[in-house]
């Protein structure tokens, strides 16, 4: 949708409609999308 902010590194499931700002390092998924895990930052 416009005007919706996906973070850096967020990863979105097939066929998802974003409504809302996704947060960095999240997934996901569903219609409306809703995040349903948090990714581990890699270390560097």
């Known amino acids: 949708m416009a ?3 996906i973070g850096e590194g967020a ?4 066929g998802s ?3 809302k700002d996704v947060p960095a390092n999240t ?3 569903g219609n409306p999308a809703r995040v349903v895990r948090t990714l581990e930052e ?3």
């Open 42 to 44: 890699p270390e560097a």
């Open 17 to 19: 409609i974003v409504t």
């Open 3 to 5: 005007g919706v902010t």
């Open 11 to 14: 990863v979105i499931g097939a």
């Open 27 to 29: 997934i996901a998924v």
